[in-house]
């Protein structure tokens, strides 16, 4: 494997601001949920390359903007569900799974996102290594 730092959005394999674009109002919900806010207080989301922008009432009730990383949110489970899913042959999935151990280790991922991915993905690795194979 290659000594650079290997990303779903780095290799194109997630495009966040196109994939997502229909999606800030699901977004917006989803911060508030994290952020332990109403949401109300998230005034603006932009979805830049690699994360989001947060603009919010802070509880000082003053605006307040931060970055937020996708991999925090539920959507980005579904994109990487759908990437797995996507992957119609061995050697894209097992590049997948070098690129998913690359995402776990070097990009914060809540644990229970990091066992839905990893079981997926074993599972559709096993079922490509295992199904028949239809030759023309």
């Known amino acids: ?7 779903l ?17 699901q977004i917006k919900r989803q ?3 994290i952020m332990a806010m109403p949401l109300e207080h998230i005034y603006q989301v932009r979805l830049l390359a690699h994360q989001l922008w947060v603009s919010y009432k802070g509880k000082d009730g003053r605006c307040c903007s931060t970055f937020f990383s996708y991999r925090k949110l539920p959507v980005w ?3 990487v569900l759908q990437a ?3 992957s119609q042959d ?16 070097h990009y914060p991922y809540p644990t229970h996102t990091i066992q ?9 690795l096993n079922f490509l290594t ?7």
């Open 31 to 33: 911060l508030a949920d």
């Open 1 to 7: 494997m290659s000594y650079y730092r290997q990303s």
């Open 84 to 86: 797995i899913a996507k």
């Open 116 to 124: 839905i991915l990893q079981q997926a993905l074993e599972t559709h």
């Open 77 to 79: 489970q579904n994109l």
């Open 130 to 136: 295992y199904s028949p194979h239809i030759v023309p």
């Open 90 to 105: 061995l050697p894209t999935a097992i590049k997948l799974r070098h690129i998913l151990k690359s995402e776990f280790k």
């Open 9 to 25: 959005i780095s290799r194109k394999i997630l495009q966040p601001t196109v994939q997502l674009a229909n999606k800030i109002d």
